[in-house]
Every structure is written in structure tokens, then in C-alpha cells.
């Protein structure tokens, strides 16, 4: 099996692991958040050697030059010496709590402010961190033309180290710091016409409703439809705020569903599965879709069969990490 060596210390890994799975077994692991590859914030530095080519996807060619890579989907082939790395997951700008509020059972929504310049488009993500050992990505579900603060929905997780934390002991008042903005899944001129379909499930809300209002404001002519999916009724948010934007805007269409609980005008069913179901061809369609990761991967697929180019699938997958 490849050995991984780290600050004089050397592990054996098993078959299959990652580099990340195999220092935590050993207590020496970086900070982690997504486990996908999309957050960056595990990214170490390969000291012997260029490291396997895949788990260098998606960094910067000037950090792939220095041998960074990421260590939650790094599976060795040969011994590796790896260090921390300091750049992709560094805590930057710090940011102040303004204001906390339940906006379901299961989900609590943070609003922050901050008095340094923060550059973002609504529905990138961040690294929010509580301190240097724990930190977890989360999207911004905040219109920076439209609001003078950063607003995230967090989801409490069964047993989840940093929700729990954040539903139960985080004030307002208390100062952390988070990573520079982070993904592509955002808005982008040059598609007013086009036609939108959302797709979002639990707090994947978050970086959807934050792209639907940023589209509307930047006049967004095509037809919107949002389609937003929970197990039960208390994961299922902004009901209210969705209703009142379909009312105003005569281009966006709104469709909540449930897989478990029954709910009166609330449909019964996937949220993916009633998207695709009610829009069989997706040609020149702009797709977003936040969620869980088998749900995003299947409509993704879904989607270019039905027609939609590749490059207009917008997606982030959440994975949920205790």
C-alpha cells in the first residue's frame, strides 16, 4: 500500500483512500469541508513530486505548477510526502453576525456584515471558518447589488459538529472570518432570453434564491422556473418569499414539493423529477442545480439528454460533512 508521509511521521493508507481519509485516521488531517473537490479548503502541497493529475481538477494552473492538490479526492498510487498547504483554505476577510434567524426547524438563516470590500456573485459559496480546526463551505443566498450584507441558510445536520454550534451556541455579535467566494454557479450576462430552470434541494435554496433575485435584477426576460424539494414540510423555506416574487414577476414560476409529508398546494413528488417531467426539452435552457450530489449528477445528465449544452449546466453539489 502507498505511505504517506507528513511532518516526519509516516502512515500506511488503505486500498482506496484518499489522502484526506488517511490522515484523519491518523490525527494529522487539514481542515475539510465539502469532499468533492469543490471547495479547496482540505488543499495540501505534494513535496516529493507532482501529485496524481485528477486530484489537481479544478485549482488554478499556478497552484497545479506548485504541486498543490486536493486531498479529499487525492487516491495515492505511490508513496507521497505532503504538506499543508496556506493558500486556497486561508481564512481572509473577517465578518461580524448581524443577525440569526430560524426560518425553519432545520434551517437558520446568518446574516453577516463586514467593513472590508468582499467581491462575490450571489450563489458562489465560501469557507466559513469557527476557528483554524473547523470550517465548512457554505453558499451565499445574498444579492451584492441588493444587500450590504452576506447571508448564508444553514442546515442543522443529525450530530453535525459545526450546525450544531452554529444553531446552539453562535450569537450575534461574534466575529469569524471566511475564504475568498468560491464555484461558478452564478448568473452571467448575455442570457437574458434564455429560458432558466432551478433545481434545488434542502439548503441548496440558498445559492438558487440568491441567483433568481440577481437575475431579476439584472432583468432577466426569459422564463424562470424554480423548483425547490424537502423529505419534510420543516425543510421546506421561504415559501412565502418565492410566492410573493411569482406574483410580482410574471416570468417566474414556483414549484415546491415534498418527498415524505403531505401538504395542501404542495406537490407530491423529486423536485428533479417534477422539473424534467414538466420540461421535456431543455434546449438553450440555462440549468442550475444545488443539492444533494445524486441529485445533481442524475439531472445533470438528465438535462443533456433533454438538450441542454454542457456549458449552460450550472451546478454545485452539497455534501453534507458532520
Not at 465539502?34 to 486530484?55: L, Y
Not at 486531498?71 to 505511490?78: A, F, G, L, Q, T
Not at 401538504?263 to 444545488?290: F, P, T, V
Amino acid at each position: 500500500m502507498p505511505l504517506i508521509g507528513i511532518n516526519q511521521q509516516t502512515f500506511v493508507s488503505e486500498p482506496d483512500e484518499t489522502v484526506l481519509q488517511c490522515l484523519e485516521r491518523n490525527n494529522c488531517a487539514p481542515p475539510s469541508s465539502c469532499r468533492s473537490g469543490m471547495c479547496h479548503t482540505c488543499m495540501m502541497r505534494s513535496v516529493g513530486g507532482p501529485p496524481p493529475v485528477n486530484s489537481q481538477a479544478g485549482l488554478k494552473e499556478s497552484l497545479q505548477q506548485q504541486n498543490y492538490f486536493l486531498s479529499c479526492i487525492c487516491v495515492p498510487k505511490d508513496n507521497m510526502e505532503v504538506g499543508y498547504a496556506d493558500a486556497a483554505a486561508t481564512p481572509g476577510t473577517s465578518i461580524v453576525l448581524m443577525e440569526k434567524t430560524l426560518l425553519s426547524p432545520s434551517i437558520m438563516r446568518l446574516r453577516f456584515t463586514t467593513d472590508q470590500a468582499y467581491e462575490y456573485r450571489a450563489g458562489q459559496f465560501t469557507n466559513l471558518f469557527k476557528d483554524e480546526h473547523l470550517t465548512r463551505s457554505y453558499s451565499i443566498a445574498s444579492v451584492p447589488d441588493l444587500e450590504n450584507y452576506l447571508e448564508f441558510h444553514i442546515e442543522k445536520i443529525p450530530n453535525g459538529i459545526m450546525s450544531g454550534w452554529i444553531f446552539d451556541e453562535l450569537s450575534v455579535g461574534a466575529e469569524l472570518k471566511i475564504s475568498e467566494p468560491l464555484g461558478e454557479c452564478y448568473y452571467t450576462e448575455g442570457y437574458e432570453e434564455n429560458n432558466m430552470l432551478l433545481v434545488a434541494t434542502g439548503s441548496g435554496l440558498a445559492p438558487v434564491y440568491g441567483i433568481l433575485r440577481d437575475a431579476l435584477n439584472r432583468g432577466h426576460r426569459g422564463e424562470i422556473h424554480l423548483y425547490h424539494g424537502a423529505s419534510g414540510r420543516d425543510k421546506l423555506y421561504l415559501f412565502d418569499e418565492l410566492t410573493v416574487i411569482t406574483k410580482k414577476y410574471k416570468n417566474v414560476h414556483y414549484t415546491p414539493s415534498l418527498t415524505k409529508d403531505v401538504s395542501e398546494n404542495i406537490q407530491q413528488g423529486r423536485a428533479n423529477e417534477l422539473a424534467l417531467n414538466d420540461h421535456k426539452d431543455l434546449k438553450k435552457w440555462r440549468i442550475y442545480l444545488c443539492g444533494h450530489p445524486e441529485m445533481v449528477s442524475n439531472t445533470k445528465r438528465k438535462a443533456f439528454l433533454a438538450g441542454a449544452a454542457l456549458n449552460d449546466i450550472l451546478a454545485d453539489p452539497f455534501e453534507f460533512a458532520k
